[in-house]
């Protein structure tokens, strides 16, 4: 059993050795990835430009892979350096990271995950562009899709190994095992183990790939007996509604726009793993369904046009219905082929997708400017019918408008903020300049420059709409007797250290209250119901625009800590004397009377 063992571990040396010598560059982008994100952790992931920089090493490690194997097979007859395309894939991260460093959040993580699709594509075909590879092509992506599927397993349950033996440890020897420790773990896993494993089994060889017939029995029984009927009775679904769509004379609702996408991609990846059997006399039945498959798709795809298209009519472009428009053309171009081609080239498929996402993620007719443009416009259109711009500037002193146009103005004001920043408003408005200049976006504070009301997409008439704010840096604020200070967003929970302990700074929505806690102490609570009420009634002249601070400003004292709360955003609705918070921000003073004593 030693020896056994002994060879084991001696096998499983040797493959780690020979694939780090295979993928250096590769397992030490990975290694990186791990070492920034447990110090991320370790530091509440506070750093902005560390967390771009994670995505990006995370990225590396498909397009490193892809510079790797560029080297292994040549390209249209052409031998491909090694350094020269890992510099090229280096240089290509290095512009990502440079050319999105001003992108906001959200359309940062949409841009980021679609390179990411790209480099995937690209990996999928390149190595197999000339005539004759298209069976290489197959069992290529075939050994990769099985590899991944194996290597998450084994991940999975290294992980839960690992974690239970530490939970063991913890509760037999009355160890403190860190919580961040099983975080750490999780991510070793996911980074090193997880991609060195997957390494492991790609091709050495990927000249021969294309002389392999193999198909695991395994595909055949998921292809056949479980995605085709699946597919099947869910296509008869989409199609049982469309029906009913044409019988009432009905738009269409919009979730069936990504219901009618999701089924289209898994039905296409479907037919994808069955190619080589639809090649075989005994499974002939496969081309035939093949080709009525992408027939039927084509009604499915212009009711997915119908329902995209009325949601952009009436409420304009954005990016989800850029992509989901995308899809849509990229669907019905693989379907019009496949239909009318005789040679049926599967490679067509990951090289249609890759041209739709690479026009889509830039320039002006990409999806994030388009959008842009588009919600412009859109809130353009609604503040010239109001009357609020006249010539480019803004006239506060308009009439009130109707609750349906004042949450399209807030709902427009909250896309373009949340997905592109501010810019857009300091044509028309000089006072943004303060706003700017402050730690985060404040849509309400927008809104309310334009003479409007903020008021939330889901408020409806049967709910009260309540929306307070001040501008904090407009005049200084005394510290009186607390000792720090903190600034907080509209996070439901935040996590900050005080004296070597952390505490939590928690907003209740249940229970309209903001609490600091520590453990399962709470430290002082404050009541965003009564403080609503108090500036309710006291504000008269100040209906609308900034209130002075003392109106924002909450208090919570007891023996062991000692806090005041100042509310720059103040959002949400109230409803039976209960409120519903929408977003809350400011700063808070605190001193803990027991840490002061000590």
């Not at 750490?184 to 017939?213: M, R, Y």
């Not at 952390?502 to 229970?511: K, P, S």
């Amino acid at each position: 059993m030693k020896v056994l063992n002994s060879k084991s571990l001696g096998i499983f040396a040797l493959e780690a050795k020979s694939t780090l010598i295979k993928f250096p560059f590769v397992i030490l982008t990975s290694i990186c990835a791990t070492i920034l994100s447990i110090y991320l952790i370790e530091s509440n992931w506070t750093d902005k430009n560390q967390l771009r920089l994670l995505s990006v090493l995370i990225l590396g490690i498909p397009i490193l892979i892809g510079a790797k194997l560029l080297s292994l097979k040549p390209i249209l007859g052409k031998e491909i350096n090694l350094h020269l395309s890992t510099l090229v894939g280096i240089l290509l991260l290095a512009l990502f990271y440079f050319a999105t460093r001003e992108n906001v959040a959200p359309n940062y993580f949409l841009l980021y995950f679609q390179v990411s699709f790209m480099a995937h594509l690209l990996l999928s075909f390149v190595l197999f562009l000339r005539n004759g590879e298209i069976s290489g092509f197959w069992q290529f992506n075939k050994t990769l899709f099985i590899r991944c599927v194996l290597t998450t397993i084994y991940s999975a349950f290294l992980y839960i190994g690992m974690a239970l033996i530490l939970i063991s440890i913890e509760y037999l020897f009355d160890f403190n095992i860190p919580k961040t420790l099983y975080i750490d773990l999780f991510i070793f896993c996911a980074f090193v183990f997880q991609t060195w494993h997957f390494l492991a089994g790609i091709p050495g060889d990927l000249t021969k790939v294309n002389e392999s017939t193999d198909y695991p029995i395994g595909l055949k029984i998921f292809t056949q007996y479980l995605l085709i009927p699946l597919l099947t009775l869910y296509m008869l679904v989409l199609y049982a509604y469309l029906f009913k769509i044409i019988l009432q004379w009905n738009l269409p609702k919009g979730l069936v726009s990504w219901m009618i996408s999701t089924m289209s991609v898994l039905g296409i990846f479907n037919l994808l793993l069955l190619y080589p059997k639809s090649r075989d006399k005994e499974d002939h039945w496969i081309a035939s369904y093949s080709k009525y498959f992408y027939i039927a798709l084509l009604p499915l795809i212009t009711l997915l046009l119908v329902a995209v298209g009325k949601r952009i009519s009436d409420y304009g472009v954005t990016e989800s219905r850029y992509f989901l428009v995308a899809i849509a053309c990229c669907l019905f171009c693989n379907s019009l082929y496949f239909i009318a081609s005789t040679k049926k080239d599967i490679r067509f498929i990951p090289i249609s997708l890759f041209i739709f996402a690479f026009l889509s993620s830039f320039g002006p007719w990409g999806a994030y400017k388009f959008s842009l443009r588009s919600q412009e416009r859109r809130l353009e259109k609604i503040l010239m019918k109001n009357n609020i711009l006249e010539h480019g500037k803004i006239n506060v002193n308009h009439g009130e408008l109707p609750l349906a146009e004042e949450k399209d103005i807030s709902s427009i004001v909250e896309y373009i903020v949340k997905n592109h920043g501010d810019s857009s408003f300091k044509q028309w408005l000089s006072s943004i300049a303060p706003l700017a200049k402050t730690n985060g976006l404040h849509v309400s504070d927008l809104v309310r420059a334009l003479g409007i009301k903020y008021t939330p997409p889901n408020i409806n008439s049967q709910n009260t709409s309540f929306s307070y704010s001040t501008l904090l840096n407009l005049e200084p604020i005394e510290i009186e007797t607390y000792s720090h200070v903190l600034e907080f967003g509209t996070d439901s929970y935040k996590q900050f250290s005080f004296h070597k302990k952390n505490y939590q700074l928690y907003i209740d929505n249940d229970r309209s209250v903001v609490e600091i806690r520590r453990d399962r102490d709470v430290f002082a609570t404050f009541n965003l119901a009564a403080a609503r009420e108090k500036i309710e009634s006291s504000r008269l002249e100040h209906k609308t625009g900034n209130l002075p601070l003392e109106f924002m400003t909450l208090k919570s004292e007891s023996s062991k800590f000692q806090a005041k709360l100042i509310l720059r955003n103040f959002l949400g609705t109230s409803r039976d004397h209960k409120i519903k918070i929408e977003n809350l921000s400011g700063l808070l003073f605190f001193k803990s009377i027991e840490e002061s004593h000590r």
